[in-house]
């Protein structure tokens, strides 16, 4: 059986959601709180979307440094694959496993609806299931979402195939229209060098079923479990 296990904090709010899309593609789910010390055996961890310590300071700024996120850096740099999805993005780079930060969106408002994004590096632990190019439909909602790094990184993070999904057109062309908050680039999602850790702005556990009105979203976790089922061989 695959093991995930889903971080909550005070303020998540999507953690029950990603544990049900989780579950739903075959995967056996922990919850885990903030406050403990250590993450349960797991072959992915996810950090869900929310508003994790009402979002004082920083957006991920407080969450960064739970307890729990002291066995969560450690397994990271020990190869474990993770998941931070909306604020769970902003954790992992209040961390420091992935480089640039999360800005106040461009029209200074919360924005909340669908967005297409293309998934421009589908040879990672959570894209497999994709393919190169692939237009998706997946809603956002936040209010912190405009990635910014510096020229270097994101000439490197170009370089090196590392942005995983960016806001687009329906089909697929990259314009100032469809850039919902900003992002430098277009950037909606991106990973590390080992493609074992993903941040995105993109709901994917809120678009997995039909009854929600469609399933783009739910590759994401299919990529994590055939990844998994595959280390595991």
């Known amino acids: 059986m695959i093991r995930a296990s889903v971080i909550v904090f005070p303020g998540s709010n999507c953690d029950r959601d990603v544990k049900v899309a989780t579950e739903a593609v075959g995967a056996k789910v922990n919850m885990v709180w903030h406050g403990e010390s250590e993450v349960p055996a797991s072959d992915f961890l996810i950090l869900p979307g929310g508003f994790s310590y009402g979002d004082y300071l920083r957006c991920g700024a407080m969450a960064a440094h739970s307890p729990i996120m002291r066995d969560v850096i450690a397994k990271a740099k020990t190869g474990t ?84 999904f960016r806001y687009c057109d329906a089909d697929g062309e ?21 493609g074992r850790i ?21 590759r994401i976790f299919e990529s994590a479990l055939v990844a998994a089922i595959d280390a595991a061989a």
């Open 81 to 164: 694959p993770i998941i931070g999805i909306c604020n769970g993005f902003q954790v992992l780079l209040e961390t420091g496993l992935l480089p640039g930060a999360l800005m106040r969106n461009a029209s200074l408002l919360f924005v909340c609806r669908d967005v297409h994004v293309r998934c421009d590096s589908h040879e990672t632990y959570f894209t497999g299931c994709y393919r190169g190019g692939e237009v998706l439909r997946i809603p956002i909602a936040h209010h912190d979402g405009n990635y910014f790094a510096d020229q270097e990184t994101l000439d490197r993070l170009e370089g090196e195939n590392l942005v995983a």
């Open 174 to 194: 990259l314009t100032e229209a469809d850039n919902p908050n900003g992002s430098q680039r277009n950037i909606a999602g991106i990973t590390n060098p080992t």
């Open 198 to 218: 993903l941040g995105l702005m993109p709901h994917p556990e809120r678009l997995f079923e039909k009854p929600l009105g469609g399933t783009d979203g739910r």
